[in-house]
T-cell receptor, first 114, second 117 residues
Framework: AQSVTQLGSHVSVSEGALVLLRCNYS??????LFWYVQYPNQGLQLLLK??????LVKGINGFEAEFKKSETSFHLTKPSAHMSDAAEYFC????????????FGEGTQLTVNP | DVKVTQSSRYLVKRTGEKVFLECVQD?????MFWYRQDPGLGLRLIYF???????EKGDIPEGYSVSREKKERFSLILESASTNQTSMYLC????????????????FGPGTRLTVL
């Protein structure tokens, strides 16, 4: 079975500081990995995804994530936080054999302080 | 742009009522999904469908059923609503057909917040 673990249900940063949201996965076969963002009262929106091409993946709004097989990690980063980044972030995993099924992590609520 | 719409943003029902949640996508996607979202638990898959009139159980199907009579529409049914089904329900769709593709993007609707009293 595949799974993801997000370390830290709440992360708080100051505006302009580095954002680091942690995600570790478990999968017996090479995974596809996703980060989604959910702004208040909205559905989920794709930030970026890893599909076995480049290990460093760039997404929207200045976010990027690096796939590290040796560490089974796919952490999300942004060099400088903006107030508009305040949202909930979800890491998710799927495998080719499971089709489009996604398994989500528990989510991390990001707060950006002025 | 892909658009996934859900019939209601907020819904209040009473215990024992039959509840229908509707989802429509406008991009001719093959796959459709229903999730529930609860604090601290992330999103959990209830049911999904790879084709019209086809459905498969997800991780938490108990107490739910689904219907997909048309490609663009996927309905979630609570046969007899209970208070533990109070939650946010999210519908999603994705393009690639079949079970051999794991990297396609799912597009989400805005969600329906259901309260069962």
């Amino acid at each position: 079975a595949q799974s993801v673990t997000q370390l830290g249900s709440h992360v708080s940063v100051s505006e302009g500081a580095l954002v680091l949201l942690r995600c570790n996965y478990s999968s017996s076969v090479p995974p596809y990995l996703f980060w989604y963002v959910q702004y208040p009262n909205q559905g989920l929106q794709l930030l970026l995804k890893y599909t076995s091409a480049a290990t460093l993946v760039k997404g929207i709004n200045g976010f990027e994530a690096e796939f590290k097989k040796s560490e089974t990690s796919f952490h999300l980063t942004k060099p400088s936080a903006h107030m508009s980044d305040a949202a909930e972030y979800f890491c998710a995993v799927s495998r080719a054999v499971s089709g489009s099924r996604l398994t989500f992590g528990e989510g991390t609520q990001l707060t950006v302080n002025p | 742009d892909v658009k996934v719409t859900q019939s209601s943003r907020y819904l209040v029902k009473r215990t024992g009522e039959k509840v229908f949640l509707e989802c429509v996508q406008d991009m001719d996607h093959e796959n459709m999904f229903w999730y529930r979202q609860d604090p601290g638990l992330g999103l959990r898959l209830i049911y999904f469908s790879y084709d019209v009139k086809m459905k498969e159980k997800g991780d938490i199907p108990e107490g739910y059923s689904v219907s997909r009579e048309k490609k663009e529409r996927f309905s979630l049914i609570l046969e007899s609503a209970s208070t533990n089904q109070t939650s946010m329900y999210l519908c999603a769709s994705s393009q690639n057909p079949g079970q051999a593709t794991g990297g396609d993007t799912q597009y989400f609707g805005p969600g329906t917040r259901l309260t069962v009293l």
